[in-house]
T-cell receptor, first 112, second 110 residues
Framework: KAGVTQTPRYLIKTRGQQVTLSCSPISGHRSVSWYQQTPGQGLQFLFE???????NKGNFPGRFSGRQFSNSRSEMNVSTLELGDSALYLC???????????FGPGTRLTVL | GQQVMQIPQYQHVQEGEDFTTYCNSSTTLSNIQWYKQRPGGHPVFLIQ?????EVKKQKRLTFQFGEAKKNSSLHITATQTTDVGTYFCALLWGGNKLVFGAGTILRVKS
């Protein structure tokens, strides 16, 4: 079956702009989680959506938000971008957080 | 406080040598997962451990879950260049957040 897909793969933005990233999970998976990966902070949990509801949230400011659609596709939005938001943003789909996470290839965001 | 400690941060071995990475938590865990991320790639699930004292093997990889379910290890026997990458443990914290260890970067010299 098809894996997790993320678009776009690469993105360059400037400070103050906003960005929307997209994630299409594996068919049948209702849980989609988002992670920020940076060399200094490692893999940080952003939030998890399950059946269109945000179930869990990590320790990130309100500039980071997301949503999930009825087909389980998810989007993540970052407003008022800061230089420190430059990172690899990964999404993962699964049947639940306690189960195997299937990661997408990630979106590499660079904020100038 | 820090939920999971993973050590070492980095290990550079000669091909054929063994490698071990450890994860330690301050609290009892319901389960622990292990992932591998190749350079330039994304994390790929390796295994999940659930039972106290559990030991699982995948070819040259041996995974252990501590008796108290507070620590876990991943051991690779006779490393190969294909083992290069970062190994992460991940645990469900508070039942609602998946927390990853900082990862151990493995480099293999051939």
């Amino acid at each position: 079956k098809a894996g997790v897909t993320q678009t776009p793969r690469y993105l360059i933005k400037t400070r103050g702009q906003q960005v929307t990233l997209s994630c299409s999970p594996i068919s049948g998976h209702r849980s989609v989680s988002w992670y920020q990966q940076t060399p200094g902070q490692g893999l940080q949990f952003l939030f998890e959506y399950f059946s269109e509801t945000q179930r869990n949230k990590g320790n990130f400011p309100g500039r980071f938000s997301g949503r999930q659609f009825s087909n389980s596709r998810s989007e993540m939005n970052v407003s008022t971008l800061e230089l420190g938001d430059s990172a690899l943003y990964l999404c993962a789909s699964s049947v639940g957080l306690a189960n195997e996470q299937f990661f997408g290839p990630g979106t590499r965001l660079t904020v100038l | 406080g820090q939920q999971v400690m993973q050590i070492p941060q980095y290990q550079h071995v000669q091909e054929g040598e063994d490698f071990t990475t450890y994860c330690n938590s301050s609290t009892t865990l319901s389960n622990i997962q292990w992932y591998k991320q190749r350079p330039g790639g994304h994390p790929v699930f390796l295994i999940q451990l659930v039972k106290s004292g559990e030991v699982k093997k995948q070819k040259r990889l041996t995974f252990q879950f501590g008796e108290a379910k507070k620590n876990s290890s991943l051991h690779i026997t006779a490393t190969q260049t294909t083992d290069v990458g970062t190994y992460f443990c991940a645990l469900l914290w508070g039942g609602n957040k998946l927390v990853f260890g900082a990862g151990t970067i493995l480099r293999v010299k051939s």
